[in-house]
């Protein structure tokens, strides 16, 4: 473990955010690696350089780098309506929201969101809602953003939440007719501005039992329901709840890793499992025979095959499915020939894979090197050490060894990074050794008939040249064992 973090530090210490986070997110992936490689016991991955995510000198450094940001709308300390951050929990019966001012990772646009939505529910009759007593009207406010962009200001999505059960439908229909107004205002700095209305709870916020089941469609007011991102010369549609990441530079950086890490050809498929909105496969699509991407949010589906014909590739599928039901059936009907050009990329959430995928992918022999993309770092370890565990009745076929590593500051002012992970089954890593020993034994061997043949060539030094070259030789035979028996003792 000490031996990953100081070579991880060493080599990425120039390319970390400044200040304790960022050498605290390479810190957090060396140590992900180091548990992952003690509780497998697999050798020690080569830890190499981090790569540096932030947006850039034109958005301000570290600054203001997110693309998508999730306010909660509620009241601060003092009882005024803020849009902002939760400061405290649910469980401790308390709910107070933080303005957003001064939080580094939010973008100037953004912010001028926040404050223009702030200024409009603090004059509405409909109160905040409250996470504990479940009352309340204005829930929170989604905002996406596009960075890479040429043609004038920034696009900025907003996708405002509400809970309008039991409230008469003209009152709940005014209070929104004025929230668009005040957003067709310009915004300082200038946005091209899109607004969107959710009514019940966003995803994956919690629903009380007591709480109406609203429909949760998402109806845009003013402007599109997505906006448009660049990424390696591809265009992307993102809808407000499709995954992407959430730095668009630092993506860069990500995509631009996988394609030279994933050694395809023009006969390679790629299955690229929680794929999104297709950004990974679809930045490979031109490079390999076939992309199949299972993703199980039905409008990132739709964003990734609108993605695919906007881009003018054909060679694209993508499935509507979990990943724990999907990725079995896919590779079932796989022909021999696509099995034997498989390489696979897996991007989880934070929870990481379902067992049930690291089982499939386990199960599937032709398939030789994986990619994985970890944003949580406890949760890769357990996944981790499943593909790398010995053979057994629940996980069948040649265990995974990690055999590369690399940190990517996405999350510059915070304590977490992306990490990235090649895996390659135990007995091609073995296959990969022997022959570099091999290789080596032959270029020392050929060394010493250099030298032999050299020392033959000068009679006055025969019998030194002799001597000389029988040591070498004696000295070549050996050094396949001391090299083995070096590694066992290290």
Same mark, same amino acid.
């Given at each position: 473990? *000490?031996? $990953?973090?100081?070579?991880?530090?060493?080599?990425? /210490?120039?390319? +970390?955010? =400044? &200040?304790? #986070? !960022?050498?605290?997110?390479?810190?957090?992936?060396?140590?992900?690696?180091?548990? *992952?490689? $003690?509780?497998?016991?697999?050798?020690?991955?080569? /830890?190499?350089? +981090?790569? =540096? &995510?932030? #947006? !850039?000198?034109?958005?301000?450094?570290?600054?203001?780098?997110?693309?998508?940001?999730?306010?909660?709308?509620?009241?601060?300390?003092?009882?005024?309506?803020?849009?902002?951050?939760?400061?405290?929990?649910?469980?401790?019966?308390?709910?107070?929201?933080?303005?957003?001012?001064?939080?580094?990772?939010?973008?100037?646009?953004?912010?001028?969101?926040?404050?223009?939505?702030?200024?409009?529910?603090?004059?509405?009759?409909?109160?905040?809602?409250?996470?504990?007593?479940?009352?309340?009207?204005?829930?929170?406010?989604?905002?996406?953003?596009?960075?890479?962009?040429?043609?004038?200001?920034p696009e900025l999505l907003l996708c405002v939440a509400v809970q309008a059960a039991g409230l008469p439908e003209e009152q709940v229909a005014s209070e929104l007719a004025?929230?668009?107004?005040?957003?067709?205002?310009?915004?300082?700095?200038?946005?091209?501005?899109?607004?969107?209305?959710?009514?019940?709870?966003?995803?994956?916020?919690?629903?009380?039992?007591?709480?109406?089941?609203?429909?949760?469609?998402?109806?845009?007011?003013?402007?599109?329901?997505?906006?448009?991102?660049?990424?390696?010369?591809?265009?992307?549609?993102?809808?407000?709840?499709?995954?992407?990441?959430?730095?668009?530079?630092?993506?860069?950086?990500?995509?631009?890793?996988?394609?030279?890490?994933?050694?395809?050809?023009?006969?390679?498929?790629?299955?690229?499992?929680?794929?999104?909105?297709?950004?990974?496969?679809?930045?490979?699509?031109?490079?390999?025979?076939?992309?199949?991407?299972?993703?199980?949010?039905?409008?990132?589906?739709?964003?990734?095959?609108?993605?695919?014909?906007?881009?003018?590739?054909?060679?694209?599928?993508?499935?509507?499915?979990?990943?724990?039901?999907?990725?079995?059936?896919?590779?079932?009907?796989?022909?021999?020939?696509?099995?034997?050009?498989?390489?696979?990329?897996?991007?989880?959430?934070?929870?990481?894979?379902?067992?049930?995928?690291?089982?499939?992918?386990?199960?599937?022999?032709?398939?030789?090197?994986?990619?994985?993309?970890?944003?949580?770092?406890?949760?890769?370890?357990?996944?981790?050490?499943?593909?790398?565990?010995?053979?057994?009745?629940?996980?069948?076929?040649?265990?995974?060894?990690?055999?590369?590593?690399?940190?990517?500051?996405?999350?510059?002012?915070?304590?977490?990074?992306?990490?990235?992970?090649?895996?390659?089954?135990?007995?091609?890593?073995?296959?990969?050794?022997?022959?570099?020993?091999?290789?080596?034994?032959?270029?020392?061997?050929?060394?010493?008939?250099?030298?032999?043949?050299?020392?033959?060539?000068?009679?006055?030094?025969?019998?030194?040249?002799?001597?000389?070259?029988?040591?070498?030789?004696?000295?070549?035979?050996?050094?396949?064992?001391?090299?083995?028996?070096?590694?066992?003792?290290?």
């Amino acid at each position: 473990a *000490a031996r $990953a973090e100081a070579a991880i530090r060493r080599e990425g /210490a120039a390319a +970390a955010a =400044p &200040g304790d #986070a !960022g050498r605290g997110s390479l810190r957090h992936a060396a140590r992900a690696v180091a548990d *992952a490689m $003690a509780v497998s016991g697999a050798a020690q991955p080569a /830890a190499r350089p +981090a790569l =540096p &995510g932030c #947006a !850039g000198p034109a958005r301000g450094g570290n600054d203001g780098y997110r693309n998508k940001c999730e306010f909660t709308i509620g009241r601060d300390e003092d009882g005024s309506v803020a849009v902002g951050f939760t400061l405290g929990t649910v469980r401790e019966r308390k709910h107070v929201v933080g303005r957003a001012d001064g939080v580094p990772t939010v973008s100037a646009e953004m912010l001028a969101a926040a404050r223009r939505a702030q200024a409009v529910l603090a004059e509405s009759p409909l109160p905040p809602y409250d996470k504990v007593s479940h009352e309340g009207f204005w829930r929170a406010m989604l905002a996406r953003q596009s960075f890479a962009h040429a043609d004038g200001p920034p696009e900025l999505l907003l996708c405002v939440a509400v809970q309008a059960a039991g409230l008469p439908e003209e009152q709940v229909a005014s209070e929104l007719a004025r929230l668009r107004e005040a957003f067709v205002a310009p915004l300082d700095p200038p946005v091209r501005l899109s607004l969107a209305v959710r009514r019940g709870a966003p995803p994956g916020e919690y629903k009380h039992a007591g709480e109406s089941a609203e429909a949760e469609g998402v109806e845009t007011v003013l402007g599109r329901e997505y906006i448009e991102e660049t990424l390696l010369g591809l265009s992307f549609r993102i809808s407000p709840d499709a995954f992407f990441q959430v730095n668009t530079l630092g993506a860069e950086s990500l995509l631009t890793l996988l394609r030279a890490q994933c050694s395809l050809g023009p006969d390679s498929v790629l299955l690229d499992v929680c794929c999104g909105t297709g950004t990974i496969g679809l930045a490979m699509a031109r490079s390999v025979k076939r992309v199949i991407g299972i993703e199980s949010n039905a409008q990132a589906v739709a964003d990734a095959a609108a993605n695919a014909a906007r881009n003018g590739i054909t060679n694209a599928e993508f499935i509507c499915a979990k990943a724990e039901q999907a990725t079995r059936q896919v590779l079932e009907r796989l022909t021999p020939s696509e099995l034997d050009s498989l390489v696979a990329i897996v991007d989880p959430p934070r929870a990481g894979l379902h067992p049930d995928v690291v089982k499939a992918l386990r199960r599937c022999a032709p398939l030789r090197r994986l990619l994985f993309v970890a944003c949580h770092a406890p949760a890769f370890v357990t996944n981790a050490v499943s593909f790398c565990r010995p053979t057994s009745p629940s996980f069948a076929g040649v265990p995974f060894e990690l055999v590369q590593a690399w940190p990517i500051d996405l999350f510059p002012h915070t304590p977490h990074c992306e990490l990235v992970t090649l895996l390659e089954r135990s007995d091609l890593v073995a296959e990969r050794e022997a022959a570099q020993e091999a290789a080596q034994a032959a270029k020392q061997a050929q060394a010493v008939q250099t030298q032999a043949a050299e020392a033959a060539s000068t009679p006055t030094d025969a019998a030194e040249g002799g001597a000389v070259g029988a040591a070498a030789a004696e000295g070549a035979l050996g050094a396949p064992e001391e090299s083995a028996l070096s590694r066992a003792i290290s």
